[in-house]
Nanobody, 121 residues
């Protein structure tokens, strides 16, 4: 069974920084991409950033220049460095992995339980 464990959320003042981590465990045959999504109260879940197994990255326009995604493929771990945080960044952040479990024929999306990020004024 694949499990994603997230950490690093919390309460921070505007302009501060947080670093989120997500480690995937279980029988994963291969991982094609890892990423972070977020959902604020009353809003849809949105992509924040993602990184492929080859190292290519994509960011939401709202976080470009402030957030940086990175991964350690050997450890099946993805990070999100969040700098210059704004109150509008307040949301639950979810880790996502797209890959194939060892005993499965097809690839699937896997999700973490979410970690709360709150940015105060």
């Amino acid at each position: 069974q694949v499990q994603l464990v997230e950490s690093g959320g919390g309460l921070v003042q505007a302009g501060g920084s947080l670093r989120l981590s997500c480690a995937a465990s279980g029988r994963i045959f291969n991982i094609n991409a890892m990423g972070w999504y977020r959902q604020a109260p009353g809003k849809q879940r949105e992509l924040v950033a993602r990184v492929s197994s080859g190292g290519s990255t994509n960011y939401a326009d709202s976080v470009k220049g402030r957030f940086t995604i990175s991964s350690d493929n050997a450890k099946n771990t993805v990070f999100l460095q969040m700098n210059s945080l704004k109150p509008e960044d307040t949301a639950v952040y979810y880790c996502n992995v797209y890959g194939r479990a060892r005993s499965m024929q097809s690839r699937s999306d896997y999700w973490g339980q979410g970690t709360q990020v709150t940015v105060s004024s």
